[in-house]
């Protein structure tokens, strides 16, 4: 108990809660902006994290993860064009409410419903992550294998439009993250005489690259369109209008409640994404209403579901990170990175290495959907106003950031180059459909997947049939072979239509 009141106070200090508050600030206009994202925000402010303490630093992060998933839906309603894609199903009704003069009152109950889904999935992380840890920890080297094939399976399988594409860049991934110094040999690989690559290639310039840098190449091939211009905000309509009362809340309650569970379950899948618990909420609450037929005319039912489900993930992706220390998309992904860089390894670990600094960070998470109801309320027209910021100032400052967060994480002209090298790359795989989210995770997860084979066939004397006599791990080796059958049969199918 005296560790969890200390992880709590330390959250409570003036300087966490500033950060706090300026991550979920910037993520929510970063959101709100087509074209940029949250994971791209993300992996732009990892290298400012090494001057922060571990706690500040994930609590930041945190944050602006938060309020980004949340500013989609902003430029969704006003717009109808997704800040984010896990908004897309937020356009259905937020823009005809809009176009009928109530895009304030859509907003907040986006809002609304987005923190409540939020707070759901905390609540769960919280009371779940340390008995799933307690089990994990029990695990042994070929468990630990077995779960982290299963995961990319997973990962390869849902984030790409082809099965084979997926797995080939997971594999991309983790043969990259073999440069540098072979853990066994002490020896360099792959390193082809270059010195700066004996330290291995640094997460946060992949990262930078793929998500920012390539992501303003991408955009700015296509052109601008003019047509669409953000709905006007009418701030003369009786209060009724522009507010979502007490009651509209609870009407929408039980939707709320439904969405938030289906996105705390799908969270806690590696590889299933906020865009598919979005389009599971929507659709359940469309299956469950009593007026069906509303949706998609400006029906408040929809935006809650559909926002209460895309941001109830947020929190419950961490339980896989927290617990095995596997990422389930590509911010938890980053977080790694965060974590490494002060001296954290995520998995079931941590919770008795630096239980303080978990608790300390559950208490930043409940204090952030704080911070996202006050801002987020506080700033909705603010919000709407960015959106009028023409591309020609936000990309040229954007590029700008990129080049001094890749200096700044490497600390040579050396990481800005491999980040332009690894933008070129990105650009070239979305041309490919092939998918860098899964690069990054197989990236991230390569250290784990080497030690675990390594430990594996150390133990079992180089037979890997020890896999098979281990039931936890025989489980998930046919768990992972049924779910690729069956994932390998439905694209087929879905192919012959």
Known sequence: MEMILTGFADAFTLVNLGFIALGVASGVT?????????PMAIALCVPVTFYMSPLMAIAFLVGMNKGSTFGGSISAILLNTPGTPEAVATTFDGYPLAQQGKALKAMKMALYSSVSGDTFSDLVLIFVAAPIAGVAIKMGPPEVLSVTIFALALI??????????????????????CVGIDPLAASPRLTFGIVDLQAGIPLAAIAIGFLALSEVWAQLERPQDQAKSAVRLDLNLPKEERRVSFREYLAVGRTILRSSMIGTAVGTL?????????????????????????????????????????NAVVGSNLIPLFTLGIPGNVVAALLIGAFIIHGVTPGPMM???NGQLIYGIYAAMLI????NLVIGNMG?????????????????????ICITG???SGGSIFAALVMVIFAA???????????????????VLGPMVELSIQQTLTMSQNNPIILVKRPIALGFLVATAVFLWRVSRSKKRIAKL
């Open 406 to 408: 890749a200096f700044i």
């Open 156 to 177: 390869a399988a849902l984030e790409s439009v082809s099965l084979l594409k997926g797995l080939i860049a997971a594999l991309l991934g983790i043969l990259t993250n």
């Open 425 to 443: 790359s990105g650009y070239l795989m979305r041309k490919l459909q092939l998918s860098f989210v899964n690069f990054i995770i197989g990236f």
């Open 270 to 310: 590696p590889g299933l994404g906020v865009t598919i618990a979005a389009f599971l909420g929507y659709g359940a609450a469309k299956r469950a209403s009593k007026n069906p037929e509303e949706f998609g005319r400006g029906s408040l039912e929809g935006i809650a579901a559909a926002e209460a489900a895309n």
């Open 351 to 353: 919770f008795s290495e």
């Open 368 to 371: 952030a959907n704080l911070f």
């Open 30 to 38: 970063v959101g709100a902006v087509p074209g940029l994202n949250g």
């Open 380 to 400: 909705l027209r603010f919000f709407a106003w960015v959106l009028s910021a023409p591309r020609d100032i936000i990309y040229p400052v954007i590029i700008l």
